[in-house]
């Protein structure tokens, strides 16, 4: 079946500027989880959802960081006045049910946000 | 601080050959432990896991060892093959009430099979 996409692919954005990724998980997966990974470092956690709620949004690095997931399916992080250190590729991750039923997460390809 | 550590950058075996990935943790409250492998502009890919009341989990090719007592683990794949190559990252999550499902991951290690 499908697995986990992101869009966009690529995003090149200017500094000071607001931007939005989108996530859609393996349909039927309750949990959802974003995280960003730093070229040379591995993935870092942002934030889980158990179905529509924030269940741990203790990654967010900051207040310009903001994520939704209005319906339980797709979930959109977003980051107002973006930052050059901001730049990093930013993953989403699935899996049927959250904690501590299972903690196989399956990944998407993954955006990479170039903030110039 | 870095919880989980994976300190070699890069491991380059012969194919056939048995390749060994270490990652190191820190944190007692760990307690499940996965392996991802990642190709180059795609997402990570699950590839075992194993939980803390184990020391061994075999699937295939690939074990992966768990060493609590020195919190060490190991991948080992046996026997290596060129489509083997790609970044490998070794996670941790938290037990219990602690455990929100969130992955700590090393700073991965990249492997090389030669042909």
């Known amino acids: 079946g499908a697995g986990v996409s992101q869009t966009p692919s690529n995003k090149v954005t200017e500094k000071g500027k607001y931007v939005e990724l989108r996530c859609d998980p393996i349909?039927?997966?309750?949990?959802l989880y974003w995280y960003r990974q730093s070229l040379g470092q591995g993935p870092e956690f942002l934030i889980y959802?158990?179905?529509?709620?924030?269940?741990?949004d203790s990654g967010l690095p900051n207040d310009r960081f903001f994520a939704v997931r209005p319906e339980g399916s797709v979930s959109t992080l977003k980051i107002q006045r973006t930052e050059r250190g901001d730049s990093a590729v930013y993953l989403c991750?699935?899996?049927?049910?959250?904690?501590?039923?299972?903690?196989?997460?399956?990944f998407g390809p993954g955006t990479r946000l170039t903030v110039t | 601080d870095q919880q989980v550590k994976q300190n070699s950058p890069s491991l380059s075996v012969q194919e056939g050959r048995i390749s060994i990935l270490n990652c190191d943790y820190t944190n007692s409250m760990f307690d499940y432990f996965l392996w991802y492998k990642k190709y180059p502009a795609e997402g990570p890919t699950f590839l075992i896991s194993i939980s803390s009341i184990k020391d061994k989990n075999e699937d295939g090719r690939f074990t992966v060892f768990l060493n609590k007592s020195a919190k060490h683990l190991s991948l080992h794949i046996v026997p290596s093959q060129p489509g083997d190559s790609a970044v490998y990252f070794c996670?941790?999550?938290?037990?219990?009430?602690?455990?929100?499902?969130?992955?700590?991951f090393g700073q991965g290690t990249t492997l090389q099979v030669k042909p």
């Open positions: 991750a699935s899996s049927l049910r959250g904690p501590p039923l299972t903690n196989e997460q399956y």
């Open positions: 349909s039927g997966h309750t949990a």
């Open positions: 959802f158990q179905g529509t709620g924030a269940a741990d």
């Open positions: 996670a941790a999550s938290y037990a219990g009430s602690s455990n929100t499902g969130k992955l700590i």
